[in-house]
Structure formats: C-alpha cells, structure tokens
C-alpha cells in the first residue's frame, strides 16, 4: 500500500490543495436543501433511520473484518442516498439529515477505496463528504 495509511492521508491526497478546499467550506453558508422534484421519492424519519443503520452496520463490519470488499456495496449504497438528495420530496429538516447521512456514507466510502488502494477515488470521495457535511449544517461532520 506504499506506505500509505488513514492517519498519513492528509498528506497523500495534497495537504495545501485540502486545506484550500476545508476552509471555503468552512465559510460558506449551507445550502438550501428543501425539495419538491415532481413524482419525488417521499423521504420519511424512518427511511433515514434505516439507511444510517446502513452505514452503521458497513462500518462495524470494516471495524470487525478490515474493509476488504465493502467499497462496492459502500459505493452502492452512497449512490441511493445521491438519489434520494436529487429526488425526494424533502422539507429543511430532511434535506439536512440527508445530506448529513451523504456525508457520513462519503466518508466511509472514501476509506474503504482509500485501503483498497484507489486513492484517487477516495479523495474525491472525501471532498464530495466534506460538501455534503457543510450542507447538513452538522459541525461534528465538518470537522
């Protein structure tokens, strides 16, 4: 893995180019994020739930068994939540909670290419994360 691991990933993927990228996002005001898409997918509290546990479960599994083969099914599962953001009928709440389960699945995706060895990959995983935490609003993600 050419010496790369998480902890040395600030510096693989360009610290300065990161660190340009962290603090616009860190002065940027969040997005609008209410939506009405015309026959949009009705988004509810549980759904959400269910798709955090999701994520949830993907990272016990890389926390239990390494992240081996989770980058597919992780890539898989980020692409339904990017659905749901493009095409749901959500109000304010919901478009956050949305954004902010995007962005925790980003991030996870981001390191499971990242061991895969697909750095490239997880950078742009990782700076897509990172917009979609600034658009939950959620400091404990933006950070």
Not at 63 to 83: C, D, E, M, Y
Not at 102 to 114: E, K, L, P, R, S
């Amino acid at each position: 893995m050419n010496g790369l691991n998480r902890r040395s990933v600030i510096t693989a993927l360009g610290a300065a180019g990161l660190t340009q990228y962290i603090l616009q996002a860190a002065i940027a005001s969040p997005e609008t994020m209410a939506t009405s898409a015309r026959n949009g997918i009705s988004v509810s509290d549980q759904l959400l739930s269910s798709l955090q546990a999701t994520t949830d479960a993907l990272r016990q599994a890389d926390a239990s068994h390494g992240s081996g083969n989770l980058a597919r099914a992780a890539t898989a599962h980020l692409k339904v939540l990017i659905r749901l953001h493009r095409e749901g009928n959500v109000n304010e709440a919901t478009g956050r909670r949305i954004a902010a389960v995007t962005a925790d699945t980003a991030i996870q995706t981001g390191w499971y290419h990242f061991d895969s060895g697909a750095h490239t990959l997880a950078h742009n995983l990782l700076l897509g994360a990172l917009r979609a935490a600034q658009a939950s609003g959620d400091s404990r993600l933006r950070a």
